[in-house]
């Protein structure tokens, strides 16, 4: 047991941070001062259309508190804006702000300072609601393919704007759902084509936080579409939790969770310091984007990435989002975090958390037994899936290729992979005998796009995860994908 807990200290070195104040130097003008820029007068509604918004939250579960924090933050930032409740759809587990782990039960907080966000947050798709179909539907406005939920679809008209959030785990080609199948990139992309097709927009800006999210755009997104894309990541790397314990700056000391993620608190709480009529979408890229990085520091920070029709960044961004009257007198793009975060790699939140969860618990109790078999488990079940892909890549291109074939990139501007069925029925066969790739193994998913890169059959693929993964008892296990279904 020794060992185990000693190698999850290990993955979870997390890169500590000096401390900020985000009010600091923020440069609130007098009624009477002017910061000089163009652009601050109203525009009548007629001419704005109206603002939707489609906010989503892909995880469950209490260590992914972070991804609904995000997302009840954005509704509230939406709310104060302006837009009406009619007009945001929400997707959200909603198990985190009742859930018995929750020091402050029913409030969800996204900044160790801040109040709570969950409050007057709409339920329109809650528990098993939250999946890609209903988001599908919601999205191209199809309240007849809506399964379950309050209903709620986008039936936007041709002169109004649309903002899409999205915030969770996500792999190469995937992003992260509570109920399977995945979100694939593939799929996601004929929806906005879809969409744009329908004459039902006048352009659109789309947020997402997720690791390799910049893989579900690349050499997929058209540039014609009136879209206009920024990923926390590029397509190759990790995005990052913050507000973590044991981090700088920390949590209250009750929590035992990341409160946030740090591509998100940084376009939120830029949007939270500016006058949204001042501030454009070019300058919250270019803030997100460093402070994403934790100032150049891409071992702790991603590369911010935009995809799509970039001509409109000039726009305000109280087009999308809103204007909060309380920020007449802010500046459009003037505060500054200048200091590193503290953040943990999105796939290891969750160990962070089970390891703060079982050091918190009282020995000499069968519960702090349990969290440790949990932790255990867990470390097993990733180590199983990492040695299983490996001895698959031995197995289909021999020991000295396997590696370099799975892991190899394609050029700049091309998409994963050619054949996406192809990709979903690799996926589906590998899980059938080696178990479920789970929020962590997603990031093997470039391991399956290369397979199917390489015309590799699927009878091959069978007797190679057959071989790969032969005496590992999956029987009834929580890894058996019967317990939650199939990635694809």
């Known amino acids: 047991m020794n060992t185990v807990v000693v190698l999850l200290l290990f993955i979870l070195g997390a890169q500590a941070a000096g401390r900020f104040n985000r009010w600091e130097d923020m440069g609130i003008l007098m009624p009477t001062e002017t910061d000089g820029s163009a652009g601050s007068e109203d525009v009548d509604d007629d001419v704005v259309g109206t603002r939707w918004a489609v906010l989503v939250a892909g995880s469950s579960g209490y260590g992914n ?9 954005a509704y509230q930032i939406l709310k104060r804006g302006g837009l009406k409740e009619e007009n945001i ?39 098993e609601h939250v999946t890609a179909e209903n988001l ?22 041709p002169n109004d704007r649309i903002f899409i959030y999205y915030s969770d785990h996500g792999g190469p080609g995937v992003l992260g759902m509570p109920n399977m199948p995945f979100l694939f990139a593939k799929d996601f992309i004929e ?88 501030e454009t979408i070019q300058q919250q890229y270019q803030t997100v984007k460093d402070r994403t990085s934790n100032y150049n520091t891409y071992t702790a920070g991603s590369h911010v990435m935009e995809y799509g029709n970039r001509s409109f960044k000039g726009e305000k961004l109280y ?4 204007f909060d009257p309380a920020t007449e007198n802010f500046p459009p793009n003037k505060l500054q975090f200048s200091i590193q975060m503290g953040v943990v790699n999105q796939r290891d939140a969750d160990l962070l958390f089970l390891w703060h969860k079982y050091e918190r618990s009282e020995e000499g109790i069968d519960r ?16 199983h899936l990492d040695t299983s892909i490996k001895l698959l890549g031995s197995l ?55 397979i199917c890169n390489n015309d590799i059959s699927k ?30």
């Open 191 to 278: 929806v906005l084509k879809k969409k744009h097709a329908a004459n039902s927009y006048k352009e659109m800006v789309i947020y997402v936080e997720a690791c390799e999210s910049g893989s579900i755009f690349e050499g997929l997104m058209p540039e014609d579409l009136n879209i206009y894309v920024t990923t926390a990541s590029n397509a190759e790397e990790s995005s990052w939790g913050t507000y973590c314990p044991g981090m700088d700056p920390a949590p209250p000391p009750e929590y035992i969770t990341c409160l946030g993620d740090l591509y998100s608190v940084a376009w939120m709480e830029d949007s939270e310091c500016h006058n949204l009529k001042r």
């Open 65 to 73: 508190y972070r991804h609904q924090a995000d997302v009840c933050h």
């Open 89 to 127: 759809v929400v997707f959200m587990y909603d198990d985190i702000a009742t859930n018995f782990l929750n020091p402050r039960h029913g409030v969800i907080i996204n900044h160790p300072q801040g109040a709570d966000v969950y409050a007057g947050v709409p339920k329109d798709y809650t528990g």
């Open 396 to 450: 289909l291109f021999g020991p000295e290729n396997g590696p370099s074939v799975l892991n190899s990139l394609r050029r700049s501007g091309l998409p994963l992979v050619d054949d996406w069925d192809c990709l979903k029925s690799m996926v589906r066969i590998f899980e059938t005998h080696c178990g479920s790739l789970t929020q962590y193994g997603m990031k093997h998913m470039r391991a399956f796009a290369n």
């Open 368 to 383: 702090k037994d349990e969290i440790l078999k949990e932790i255990t488990e867990t470390m097993q079940h990733r180590m």
């Open 136 to 157: 599908y539907a919601v999205l191209i406005g199809d309240k007849s393919a809506v399964k379950g939920g309050s209903g709620k679809v986008i039936a936007s008209q």
């Open 319 to 322: 087009l999308y989002q809103g």
């Open 459 to 488: 009878s091959d693929m069978e007797k190679a995860c057959s071989a790969a993964c032969r005496g590992y008892n999956l029987g009834g296990s929580k890894w058996h994908p019967s317990s939650h279904g199939y990635s694809s």
